[in-house]
């Protein structure tokens, strides 16, 4: 058996192209079609993991996403117990600075993350709007990644998946976007303009505020 990976695809925003596309890729994952609770909202319904009674780790990860190149060094990346895979947003998710983690990838043991998802069911209406309500994202539906962030803070340790292995992408970018987006990126180059090719050293593209379709 593969590594277990969660999706989590709730409400018409994405279609079954998304899990198509994620199924040819990858073996073993569980989709989850359905809120934990009313109460849950969209993307927040992620934290399905940490609710897990299991001694094993997991990967959850978003939808919006392409893979390529060499990915599965991704799902397979090694964790130890008391640590929390992530991504380290170089582009920068939020104004705050004292935030780093994307939210497009995670790797855990769901044991130790317990206490996470003790602390959201306490008040999920709170944590819900806390984010929004605080100026580090905008609604109406976000901030679930920030949560996640200081949570783990607490008791697990971060470890950041080399920052050459991802990066975020839009549709259609133009030259400019492209440029500025490699002048960030903390390897060669993260796209080509000319070639509309990734670097080979790049795994998981996560797409943001666009609709992703698979080609």
Request: proline share 6%; charged share 25%.
């Amino acid at each position: 058996m593969g590594q277990r990976v969660l999706v989590v695809r709730i409400g018409d925003r994405y279609g079954p192209e998304y899990e198509t596309y994620l199924d040819s890729k990858i073996p073993n994952i569980t989709w989850i079609r359905q809120p934990l609770t009313q109460k849950i909202k969209l993307q927040w319904n992620k934290m399905v993991g940490i609710s897990l009674d299991i001694d094993e780790p997991i990967v959850v990860m978003d939808i919006d996403i392409l893979l390529h190149g060499n990915y599965m060094d991704m799902i397979n990346y090694p964790i130890e117990r008391g640590q929390f895979v992530c991504m380290n947003a170089w582009w920068q998710d939020t104004a705050k600075e004292e935030y780093c983690i994307n939210g497009g990838f995670y790797k855990y043991y769901p044991k130790d993350c317990k206490y996470i998802w003790d602390k959201f069911m306490d008040d999920p209406e709170y944590w819900q709007n806390y984010y929004i309500e605080n100026g580090t994202t905008h609604g109406p539906v976000n901030g679930e990644q920030y949560f996640i962030e200081d949570s783990i803070n607490q008791r697990l340790q971060p470890v950041y998946i080399p920052q050459t292995w991802y990066g975020k992408f839009i549709q259609n970018p133009n030259r400019k976007w492209i440029e500025d987006c490699n002048e960030s990126y903390p390897g060669e180059y993260f796209y080509d303009y000319s070639t509309k090719t990734f670097h080979p050293e790049v795994k998981f593209i996560h797409y943001q505020k666009s609709h992703l379709l698979h080609g």
